[in-house]
């Protein structure tokens, strides 16, 4: 079986960052922290996670992340799965975050869109279903399944 270890993200500003991903992981924690040198530049870094996945966040990231609307070649989002996205909403509010944009209107989940400080698209999934074969459902087809 094969899992997502970690994601190796460039920011302007890492504690900017961790505001964001501490009110989504409350449960998550340093791990590491340190310097480094990469192409010449020194950087400073950090892991973010729990025993089993985090995020790598590394500073000193130069100029915008990509034009989200666009049709430029890069990281489109990357999305996390709650057991209740209503919570989750609410303690990134609390911590002075609101939607980028709403998921799909789905029977079987519920999606929403966040941009996190170094302009990162993070979309969070909530399943209304232990079947997959609605969970995978999208758009459509989902409607006329739940009709």
């Known amino acids: 079986m094969l ?5 190796n ?12 991903y501490r009110a989504a992981f409350p449960h998550w924690r340093v791990r590491e922290e340190g310097e480094s040198t990469w ?7 950090l892991h973010f996670g729990d025993d089993y996945q ?3 966040f590394n500073d000193n990231g130069e100029g915008d992340n990509r ?10 989002h990357f999305a996390f ?3 209740n996205i209503d919570v989750l909403m609410e303690r990134l509010k609390e911590a002075g975050f609101t939607p980028e944009k709403s998921g799909a209107d789905e ?13 990162f698209e993070v979309e969070f999934v909530e399943y209304l279903s232990d079947i997959p074969s609605q969970r995978n459902l999208s ?5 006329e399944a739940a009709a």
């Open 67 to 76: 034009d989200l609307a666009g049709h430029q070649t890069g990281l489109a």
């Open 54 to 56: 985090y995020l790598t």
């Open 107 to 119: 029977p079987y989940r519920k999606n929403i869109y966040y941009l996190d400080p170094a302009g």
């Open 9 to 20: 993200l460039v920011v302007n500003d890492i504690p900017a960052a961790l505001v964001f």
């Open 139 to 143: 758009g459509d087809v989902a409607q």
């Open 81 to 83: 799965v709650t057991n």
């Open 39 to 45: 192409s010449d530049k020194p950087r400073k870094w």
């Open 3 to 7: 899992h997502l270890e970690h994601l």
